[in-house]
């Protein structure tokens, strides 16, 4: 069903390589299987020196798991990988990164409890006789910095840092190891559009030098900016390998999904109820004592989704923290329907409606060793068909996941199965289902669609736009500006801890957002 | 394998599990007896290696621990106090804290079980034994809260005070017996013995063997119940998988501590009371040769599930019962029987399941949890050895 676009000799950047020489990776008959499922199903793939080369398709379609075969982390049942036209076999990433073969993984990888230079310099310390030397890997990191276009607090314990800067972070660690072949996997997800613009900026300017870089996205417009070459996935297998010119988005969607796609329709907007959650001059204090939101007031009402924009670490995270449950404001009152709610408990605060989609699935949205029914259960402990007189009835339990399973058709594995085994995208459908369906009075969404696929995002806005119907009232935190508009009926502006501005739907565009998040206007 | 169909999504009905295959179901027995024979290859090395006969030591040691009912039963009775003190410390380990002063809870329960014993001899027996036990429970948990409360409150780190408290518990339960509670009779460390009718009865003639071990086997059940059925045991697991994801979901971490730190000491205090009931009875000045030390070894062992804990202790009870017979029978040095606890240790903590990239997937058994702080090295083993050092320079630990 492979769909034979693939020019031979594609678009090329890189001036060293000539359409004789053999392609950088070529992957042939790739096979994963785990368990019952085909990961991998006979893969194919090449992919010349020196070119951006992105990989698509739908969740749980397989593009990790090949990346992680590539990497060494996953060994294939069968297949070959051949590097320049030599059968390589790459057992551990010790290998991989030995050939030259870099990898920033969906999820983080990072030592939480070591600063972020020693991160960056793990596996490969710069040393004077048997000491670290801290300042060859400091004049080392801030090259990278520089060469990326970032910066980076060194001294920070990576558990300290922003999640789009521990990927920055990531990133930064492919460099310093001087990969030639670089493969990312969804590195935008957690970038902020203007992050986003920097690191491909820094792409062209590594693909120019020569080196391979495979990106896999779910953003289709990605693909375009910065990809010469595009392959598709489904269920396993490559269904199409194409140049992205003279191709579109729209034509890639469809690809992607294997049928024609509609676009989603903006559900219409009803008028906003009753307030719902309350907000009066909250200031709060991160783990380092700093106060990052200073005297924040708003409120949010029945059947309104107000959007939160801003850079990172705006002070958004404390806040969300703070209507959670998770964090202490310094002052300020919180009401949720008119009663206070500021020293109320997360599961007080659940219990009355309360619904979080965390902006850290992998580590506080969901529970990796645990199963998927025990990940659903974490918030029905209150369920009295699940759990009665302090006892679970593990067959209910079992029932009640699979219909969640169902509902949000999260794929790739059945109650029991652990959560570390979905795919990303897969996960997050579990946690928005897992928070949805006790149809919510406040929602708090941190990244809701953050890794999910084309269809996923529509069938997520869906969700998200018939909660709001049914009265919902949302906060949206979003670094798609364009997702905070579209679903929006309020915006909210947060600069350095304060909110700033507060936009009707209709006034808000991309660049006047840009500008209020920048402090420029 | 719960099928999911490609089209719908939706698992195919009547399917249940998915995660361990039935290979890995059968080869997680393997896994768990890796450490004993690998302890054992190294052992007949040692013997080998000091001019003894191998096979012939460990044909003694097997005829001495469980050649018939007597030898067996008194297996029992010294997998007892190990059976409590390891499933003590995998509530903790499983709820993801490292509590290693399961032996002080020991010893404070063993006293206010001897002090019952001693002290309340007008009381019908029966009475004084559920007095008794009830005070030894208590008495472990309140002892155990102390870091239990440091821990939710002030987030100080518990391998240390746990580690710290054990020395307190040992000292000032010896400051007790010495100098406020001394059988009058007698030149040792001792307390009075405990009224005759309040020492368990043996179940078997010329053995120890008593109801301590059929409620030491309850226990576990209990254990196993916590942990798979109830929703506290549902918390406390989340707890120890996930603290950040168990907080964001509403679980109280503060609580969880605090009722970890509880149960876990309960059982520690139960550990004790039941061996001065059942075997000692008497509190005697450093009685206890590490039970509550054993118990991380087989809290590790049994890689915290239930029937790994039962079958480890059983093991640990064999070779201290075997070992501390065999000394009568042959030449061969106690020390001998410790390298062999020493050896299976270490390859308890090493994952087997790490070797085979297969076993990895395995999702459905338990590992240690790994603390947050330090990375690089594994803190209960870390606390175990320190603790094995520390007691064998302090010399209480003979
Ligand atoms: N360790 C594992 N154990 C069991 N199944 C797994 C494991 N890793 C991946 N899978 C399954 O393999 C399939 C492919 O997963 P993969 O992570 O490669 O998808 P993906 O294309 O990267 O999806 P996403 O866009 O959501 O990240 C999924 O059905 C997933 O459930
Ligand atoms: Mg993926």
Known sequence: MTEDSRAAGAPNSGASASILAPPRVRIRGLTKRYGGILANDGVDLEIPRGGIHAIVGENGAGKTTLMRALYGLVEPDSGVIELDGVPVRIATPAQAIARGIGMVHQRFELVEQLSALENLALGDLPHRGLMFDRNAAVVRAREIAAQLGTTMDWDRLVAHLTVGARQRLEIMRLLYRDADILIFDEPTSVLTPQEADDLFGVLRRMAGQGKTIIFITHKLREVFAIAEQVTVMRRGRVVASLPTKGSDPQRLATLIVGEQFASPVRATTIPPGKPVLEVDRLSICDDLGNLTLRQASFSIHAGEIVGLAGIEGSGQRELVEALVGLRRPVTGTINLRGRPVVTASVWERRKRGVAYISEDRDAEGACLPASLAENIFSIERDNPTLARGGRLNLAAIARFARSILSRFDVRGGGPQSPARALSGGNLQRLVLGREMQRTPTLLIAAHPTRGVDVRGITFIHQQLAESRAGGAAMLLISEELGELIELSDRLLVIFEGRITANLAAGEATPERLGLLMTGAA | ?398
């Open chain 2, 1 to 398: 394998m719960s099928q999911v169909t490609a089209e719908t999504g939706i698992p195919v009905a009547g399917q249940e599990t998915i995660a361990p295959s039935r290979g890995l179901q059968l080869l997680r027995p393997l896994q768990l007896a890796g450490p004993f024979v690998v302890a054992l290859i190294v052992g007949a090395i040692v013997l080998a290696a000091s001019g003894r006969d191998a096979a012939g030591t460990y044909w003694l040691l097997l005829q001495q621990s469980l050649g018939g009912p007597t030898e067996i039963a008194n297996t029992l009775v010294a997998a007892t106090p190990v059976l409590l003190t390891g499933l003590a410390t995998a509530i903790a380990f499983r709820s993801g804290m490292f509590n290693v002063g399961v032996e002080g809870s020991l010893y404070v329960g063993a006293f206010a079980a001897a002090w019952a014993g001693f002290t309340l001899t007008r009381l019908p027996g029966p009475i004084v034994i559920l007095v008794a036990v009830v005070l030894a429970g208590l008495a472990g948990a309140v002892w155990a809260l102390i870091p239990g409360i440091l821990r939710a409150q002030w987030r100080v780190d518990e391998v240390v005070t746990t580690l710290m408290l054990n020395y307190v518990a040992i000292l000032l339960t010896s400051w007790l017996v010495n100098y406020f509670f001394l059988a009058p009779d007698i030149a040792n460390s001792m307390s009075p013995l405990i009224a005759s009718d309040a020492r368990l009865a043996p179940l078997l003639p010329r053995s120890q063997l008593t109801i301590a071990f059929l409620l030491a086997l309850v226990v576990t059940l209990l254990y196993a119940y916590l942990f798979n059925r109830a929703t506290i045991g549902y918390q406390l697991r989340m707890t120890g998988l996930n603290p950040r994801f168990a907080r964001a979901v509403g679980i109280n971490l503060g609580r969880s501590i605090i009722v970890v730190f509880l149960l876990s000491g309960l059982i520690g205090g139960f550990a004790g009371g039941l061996q001065i009931l059942g075997v000692n009875y008497r509190f005697i000045d450093h009685f206890s040769p590490g039970y509550g030390f054993t118990g991380i070894a087989v809290a590790l062992l049994g890689r915290g599930h239930p029937a790994g804990i039962l079958l480890s202790a059983l093991f640990f009870g064999a070779l201290s019962n075997g070992g501390a017979m065999i000394q009568l029978f042959s030449d061969i040095p106690l020390d001998l029987i410790n390298i062999l606890q020493g050896v299976v240790m270490i390859f308890a903590v090493i994952e087997l399941s790490r070797l085979p990239a297969c076993l990895t997937r395995c999702s459905g058994c338990w590992r240690p949890p790994r603390r947050p702080r330090p990375p690089s090295c594994s803190p209960p083993w870390v606390a175990w050895s320190t603790a094995r050092v520390a007691s064998s320079i302090s010399g209480w630990n003979r």
